[in-house]
């Protein structure tokens, strides 16, 4: 079975702080990664990652992946409160059913102001 | 553009009763899915249609639960009867990409805002 494990569970920063988030996983047949933010309600999406080594950035958060020992970090520098969220990490197969996302539990950043 | 819609946005029930969870996906999107993330676990998979076929109902619990999506339009997941280890989020998702491409660069799977269930 895929298995996709966040670090850390929970964590709580300042504002202007820059947060690290760390997914690692074991699925058979990656195809690519991806990070949502979830507040109070849907997830929503913030990066698809496939190939290693290539970072991808939006305003004050990156990401990138590495195949070779099987993670993925999430970077958000300069802090808001509006960053305090869920982030969820998620892998998705090469298979018959692509779409069977497996999803790590989640990693809860409170910014406080 | 309208997003995933579900409702209700929460459900509270006793054991032993039916719950029915709606999805209405976005318009066009024939690929649609559900998930549920029990109280302090990962969210899991349930099951993908693809317009009104089940294509993988592989995540489905157990027989207690049935999904439709008649039409190929909206779905509801029934729970009948409910128990206690049936509360936490269910998820709707839905996408448009065709099965086997897996989710392009640029395009992104669009989830809803779920339904709590509690089950007293």
């Known amino acids: 079975e895929d298995k996709v494990v966040q670090s850390p569970l929970s964590l709580v920063v300042h504002e202007g702080d820059t947060v690290t988030l760390n997914c690692s996983y074991e699925?058979?047949?990656?195809?690519?990664l991806l990070w949502y933010k979830q507040e109070k309600k849907a997830p929503t999406f913030l990066f698809m990652l496939?190939?290693?080594?290539i970072e991808k950035k939006s305003g004050r958060l990156s990401s990138i992946l590495d195949k070779k020992e099987l993670s993925s970090i999430l970077n958000i520098t300069a802090t808001q409160t509006g960053d305090s969220a869920i982030y969820l990490c998620?892998?998705?197969?090469?298979?018959?059913?692509?779409?069977?996302?497996?999803f790590g539990a989640g990693t809860t950043v409170t910014v406080r102001a | 553009e309208a997003g995933v819609t579900q409702f209700p946005s929460h459900s509270v029930i006793e054991k032993g009763q039916t719950v029915t969870l709606r999805c209405d996906p976005i318009?066009?999107?024939?690929?649609l899915y559900w998930y549920r993330r029990v109280m302090g676990k990962e969210i899991k998979f349930l099951l993908h249609f693809v317009k009104e076929s089940k294509q993988d109902e592989s995540g489905m619990p157990n027989n207690r639960f049935l999904a439709e999506r008649t039409g190929g339009t909206y779905s509801t997941l029934k729970v009948q009867p409910a128990e206690l280890e049936d509360s936490g989020v269910y998820f709707c998702?839905?996408?448009?990409?065709?099965?086997?491409?897996?989710?392009?660069?640029?395009?992104?799977?669009?989830f809803g805002s779920g339904t709590q269930l509690s089950v007293l």
């Open positions: 318009s066009g999107h024939d690929n």
């Open positions: 699925v058979t047949n990656f195809r690519s």
């Open positions: 496939t190939s290693s080594g």
């Open positions: 998620a892998v998705e197969p090469i298979s018959s059913n692509d779409y069977k996302l497996s």
């Open positions: 998702a839905s996408s448009q990409e065709r099965v086997g491409q897996g989710l392009r660069t640029n395009e992104k799977l669009f």
